[in-house]
């Protein structure tokens, strides 16, 4: 390279101007589309203003608390405010825009909590994220924005399929809301809730059963409640019956369509069933036919009561469904009438063919009833329990009763004649023995009695005086006595101690004794072997 | 006149017919055309002045201030975890922190996510405006202003620093899931092109109505 010449300054190169706005204002309409399109989105997406009220805000966070719908969040709560004059709060939320259908006009929000209730617990999330609204859609399509929310959560929502269902019961029992239905023990529905009946007679349980089970609810289905267990003791032996522990809790109710008269019919939403007490009564076979019986006692009925079983020959046929009282101004005695249902198809199965009836024996019951009580049938009360006392009425035949009454079958009312119970006989006899033991003169009994306590107490007194002038007058003189002889005693020991002078010559006398026995038993054996000393005097040498 | 703020008014490359080039440096002589010239030695864009700086500066601007909005509406950051999604815009985060009792963090991130973007904005349209109505007002201020503007630029990042080291560390599936929320973006946008804004001003062009009135008179 030559030296830096200040003169050779190159010209510039030229090119030609391609634009006339400079390609940089895409940068802001780019960032105005942009804000636009964010602006008109949000607009669009500007979700439906709602409000609910609560009785309390317990739960609810302004900015914070989220409403679900199947878990996923639609929406939020904005701000919490109280209700006019206190009288609850007012949530009101954003449900975002596609979730907006969802605000129909029976569609219910509630507060998720955690909860445990019965056999189930829900919502334990929200111990940990708070707690929640939660949505249940409606189906009527009217749109709203105000609402009421419910303080507990809904049974049953209202996107599950099934049918409800009306349970007429006479009390609500241990029945609660949201306990279990089951069908063959599978739990297939639940209790939704329970009112009053409007006239106050009865509970209306309004029930929900799952869809694919509701098909078994025909028009003849029994429901019957299983709360509880029930426990059976019969000849049989003790039995058992429960659905499950649930049910144990929070009661339950089952139900089961009988196998016979088949009504293939689906019930209809709403259908009304009546509630049985148990799963017995609620399976029993339902009795069409029915005759209206009297039955007219001369004794007392205490002990029987409506609802009390009539029984032929322990086959229970019918039940009591009046007992009232009446009086004959003719005879001037009282009667207790009682009026009994007969079911006559109970007994018509155990009615053999054959034979010399007459014809309409076979198909009318009241002739038959009549024709048997020809042949002595008759009513009769017994006790069927001894504890509690209660009693039944027992048919029975009387064979030296048959042939007495000649009966008009057409008569009304129709009234079977009954002879007196085995219990009220006993009875009587016993209130005879009461009366004669009430007869007995107890109280001059008691009289004597009392004067006999009475001399007695004297006699007593006077023996009491008697020891106490024996205390006093005896008891000197036998201590001096006493101490005499102890004295006597004293001085004989005295004598008789070993050491004492009249032991020890005593002693001695004895010792001289001795010796001198044994110089005497030496005498008489030296005489013996030598008898001539006696002439001859002792030899002096004789001795070895 | 004295109103000039400099006595004697030095001779400035334009006035020269000089323009050097800003990649290698090389002086050459202004083309009578004056646009649309090229260095004759790196084939760089060469020209006295930048060219349409002011139209640049204002456009980048208008970007700048558009996305400022939806920069402090929408979330920076959305936390999913076990106990549910939260979405954090920058001012939320300056409130929790503020409540929560952490003043200088609180003022740390106010101050460099939500003043210093807005006052670069403030600072760059003033600059803008005083050097399109070619003013004589502050010259020597204003450049330092300038200085200043260019200089603080890339220290408004540290939101979105923050969120990327986050999103990138927390990532614990189901239980912990941080991620960039739609506010990150166009934060990042306006802190960019601010800085591409006060690239693309030129200063010199604060100073030449006051060479221009020097000269003109």
């Not at chain 1, 009220?424 to 006999?452: C, F, H, M, T």
Request: with cysteine; proline share 6%.
């Amino acid at each position: 390279m030559s030296a830096p010449d200040p003169d050779r300054v190159p010209e510039a190169v030229v090119q030609k101007k391609r634009r006339s706005l400079p390609l940089v204002w895409i940068v802001p309409l780019v960032a105005a589309l942009i804000g636009i399109f964010l602006g008109v989105r949000a607009y669009l997406e500007r979700g439906a203003m709602i409000e609910i009220s609560f009785q309390t805000g317990d739960g609810l966070e302004a900015g914070k608390t989220k409403i679900k719908y199947k878990d996923v969040e639609v929406g939020v709560v904005q701000s919490v405010a109280l209700a006019d004059k206190g009288a609850g709060v007012v949530a009101s939320a954003e449900i975002a825009k596609p979730a907006a259908y969802l605000l129909r006009d029976d569609t219910r929000f509630w507060v998720v909590r955690p909860r445990i209730s019965g056999g189930s617990v829900s919502g334990l999330g929200t111990l940990l994220a708070g707690s929640y609204l939660a949505l249940d859609p409606g189906k009527i399509e009217k749109e709203r924005r105000k609402f009421v929310g419910l303080e507990l959560p809904p049974v049953v929502t209202l996107d599950v399929p099934g049918t409800r269902y009306v349970l007429r019961a006479e009390d609500a029992g241990s029945l609660d809301v949201a306990a279990p239905i089951y069908f063959r023990r599978v739990q297939v529905g639940q209790v939704v809730s329970f009112e009053l009946d409007k006239d106050g007679r009865g509970v209306d349980v309004k029930i929900f059963v799952k869809a694919p089970y509701d098909q078994y609810v025909t028009a003849n289905t029994r429901f019957w409640n299983a709360s509880g267990f029930d426990v059976n003791i019969d000849t049989s032996g003790v039995r058992i019956d429960t659905q499950s522990v649930v049910s144990l809790l929070v009661g339950g109710i089952a139900f089961q369509t009988p196998e016979e008269p088949a009504l293939p019919t689906r019930a209809t939403e709403n259908a009304a069933f009546r509630l049985y007490a148990d799963r017995g009564s609620a399976l029993k076979n339902p009795d069409y036919l029915s005759e209206d019986f009297v039955f007219v006692f001369h004794e007392p009925v205490r002990g029987l009561s409506v609802g009390s079983p009539v029984e032929f020959r322990g086959i229970e046929v019918g039940e009591v469904t009046g007992i009232f009282a009446e009086f004959d101004p003719v005879s001037n005695v009282f009667t207790s009438p009682v009026e009994a249902r007969f079911y006559p198809e109970r007994l018509r199965k155990h009615l053999r063919p054959g034979g010399v009836l007459p014809r309409d024996v076979m198909t009318n019951t009241r002739a038959r009833i009549a024709f048997l009580i020809e042949h002595g049938l008759r009513a009769q009360l017994r006790t069927s329990n001894l504890l509690t006392g209660a009693r039944y009425i027992a048919l029975d035949v009387f064979p030296q009763a048959a042939g007495k009454l000649k009966v008009d079958a057409s008569r009304k009312p129709f009234d079977v004649p009954t002879v007196a119970g085995g219990l009220p006989e006993l009875e009587a006899s016993i209130n005879r023995i009461a009366a004669k033991i009430e007869k007995l003169p107890l109280e001059s009994i008691s009289a004597d009695a009392r004067q006999a306590l009475q001399s007695l107490d004297r006699t007593l007194k006077g023996a009491e005086q008697l020891v106490g002038r024996i205390d006093r007058e005896l008891t000197p003189e036998a201590r001096a006595t006493l101490e005499g002889a102890r004295r006597s005693l004293a001085a004989m020991e005295v004598t008789l101690a070993n050491d004492a002078p009249l032991q020890l010559g005593l002693r001695s006398t004895l010792d001289d004794m001795s010796r001198a026995a044994d110089s005497l038993r030496a005498l008489v054996d030296y005489l013996e072997r030598h008898p001539e000393s006696l002439i001859r005097g002792k030899r002096e040498d004789v001795t070895p | 006149m004295t109103a000039s703020p400099l006595e004697a008014v030095p001779l400035t490359a334009a006035a020269a017919g000089l323009m050097r080039c800003h990649a290698c440096g090389r002086l050459h002589a202004a083309a009578s055309h004056g646009e649309a010239a090229h260095c004759e030695r790196c084939g760089a864009p060469l020209h006295l002045r930048k060219r349409d700086d002011l139209a640049r500066t204002w456009a980048l601007l208008i970007a700048a201030c558009i996305l400022y909005v939806p920069a402090n509406v929408l979330p920076v950051m959305v936390t999913r975890s076990v106990v549910g999604t939260q979405s954090d815009t920058i001012m939320s985060g300056v409130i929790y922190l503020w409540i929560t009792g952490s003043w200088p963090l609180a003022a740390l991130i106010f101050f460099a996510s939500v003043m210093v973007p807005l006052l670069k904005i403030i600072a760059l349209v003033v600059l803008a405006f005083t050097a399109q109505r070619r003013s004589t007002w502050a010259v020597q201020e204003r450049t330092k202003l300038y200085r200043v503007v260019e200089f603080v630029g890339r220290w408004s990042m540290i939101d979105i620093f923050v969120v990327g080291v986050l999103a990138a560390l927390v990532q614990f599936g189901a239980l912990a899931t941080i991620s960039a929320g739609p506010g990150a973006i166009a934060f990042g946008a306006v802190v960019v092109l601010t800085m591409l804004a006060a690239e693309a001003f030129d200063p010199r062009s604060l100073w030449d109505p006051v060479h221009d009135w020097g000269t003109d008179r």
